[in-house]
């Protein structure tokens, strides 16, 4: 009998034991992991918030440092009438001067230069047109356009092509521009 106790008792623990390791099973499977997936979904959502507030918290920044200048625009604009664009009359020499400096030291040769005063004033500057034909390598035609557009006068690229040059000679660039002058 002792024997069969033996085995009563240890069949007993192996149920016991199989019943346990079933329940921490169904408890892994049906709670643990279930909520540690919940889990890191919240904490990838929570750190892609903070990283939309922080993003936002840099745009305020920059906002808030508009809006401090934003006072100073007016001075500036002012200042920008008054000192920085030439009368008309001494606009289509500034721009002939401009344009020759800029060529010369990009290494191109205009061809051709055109200017045009725009006769309806519509706009609280005037602009001058320029037509401009410059011929050279490509490397200084793209330096001159560049150079041009980001000279420190008031003016504004429209358009410019390329054209190849006659019997393989240096390329075309045909420019169209607008220098912004004062009334």
């Known amino acids: 009998m002792r024997r069969s106790r033996r085995q009563i008792v ?8 199989a019943g346990l390791v079933i329940l921490a099973l169904v408890a892994f499977f049906g709670v643990y992991r279930p909520l540690a997936l919940r889990l890191d979904t919240q904490a990838h959502h929570r ?18 440092k508009y809006e401090a200048a934003l006072p100073d625009v007016g001075k500036t604009l002012d200042d ?6 030439p009368p008309r009359r001494e ?24 200017f045009k005063l ?3 004033h519509k706009d609280p500057f005037e602009h001058l047109e320029l037509e401009i034909n410059a011929q050279g390598p490509y490397p200084g035609l793209v ?10 006068e008031f003016m504004l690229v429209r358009d410019f092509q390329f054209t190849p ?7 075309n660039l045909k420019l169209g521009a607008d220098l912004y002058l004062t009334p």
């Open 80 to 85: 920008f009438t008054s000192r920085r664009i």
């Open 91 to 114: 606009g289509y020499s500034t721009a002939d001067h401009l344009l020759h400096k800029i060529a010369d030291a990009s290494g191109v040769k205009l061809a051709t230069l055109g």
């Open 10 to 17: 240890n069949r007993i623990i192996e149920i016991f034991g």
């Open 143 to 152: 330096k001159f356009a560049h150079t041009l557009e980001t000279a420190d």
């Open 47 to 64: 750190a892609e918030l903070r990283q939309s507030v922080r993003n936002l918290q840099v745009r305020v920044d920059v906002l808030k």
């Open 165 to 171: 040059g006659d019997n393989n000679g240096p390329l």
């Open 118 to 120: 725009e006769t309806q």
